[in-house]
């Protein structure tokens, strides 16, 4: 290193010093994430003696994806091999890295996820660890929406979920926001509760007595000339007085 070149360095402040770092790891994670732009990470394929090799394994990945062989025109599939190393006590299979030719054919493998869910058989992207970490952070509020019904599901480093017929994204912390919403909208499109109609006084019957109506409209019952003429007086008061009690109080009359 050449004397200027010590002086320029030595004339950078700590700053300077860290955006630099920070500049330079960003293009290496930049060319981390493009080599591995093509690759998918599949879980679930059996371990067995016939997919042994990582020519054999992805003959077996090009027609699980594709169903496609691999010596066709149509072949996607450029190698594949296990990750990890073979445990005897394991329990579950180790993942297979699968690099195909384009980013293309890994799209069209991602639509045959729902059928490879039914053969227990899932995908994923091949993450940098910087993704990872990302993604770790992300967990809390996968779990959340988890269980609570949403099928969240993650697209590299973005955390989505199921809204429906809609899909949705969810930034980290903002689970508990969603169920805020959700609930929101629930009670801004459920029905108003029923009224309930206040309790009525039972009604209590008015009885009325027929010689103080004849009374009171100055008919008397004592000394008689006319009966026929009399009880037709009568019977008009008693019908007169019902029907003012009745539009006066709503109270039944009982004669």
Known sequence: MEVSQ????GNKTYDQLQQEKQSSAERLEHLHRHSKRNNLV?????????????????????GLLFHTPTGSEL?????????????QDQGKPRAVLVKLLSVAAKHTAFQASK???AMKVRLDEDLTPQ???TRRGLSTDFQWLKARGYKPFFRGITLKYKDRALIRKCARGEANKVMAAAAQA???????PPRQQQAQEPRVPV???????LH????????????????????QAIIAEFDSMVHASGDDVAS
């Not at 010590?6 to 360095?9: G, I, N």
Request: glycine share 6%.
């Open 216 to 235: 009171q409209h100055g008919i008397l019952l004592d000394g008689l000339s006319d009966p026929s003429n009399v009880v037709a007086q009568a019977a």
């Open 75 to 87: 072949a996607k599939v450029r190698s594949a091999f296990r990750l990890g190393k073979w445990k």
């Open 186 to 192: 629930a009670r801004a499109t459920a029905p108003p």
């Open 131 to 133: 993704q990872m970490k």
């Open 6 to 9: 010590v002086r320029a360095f």
């Open 42 to 62: 599949v879980f679930g394929v059996p371990e067995s003696m016939a997919l042994n090799t990582p020519a054999a394994l992805a003959c077996h990945m090009q």
């Open 115 to 117: 059928r490879l869910r």
């Open 207 to 213: 009885a009325v007595d027929p010689s103080i109506l």
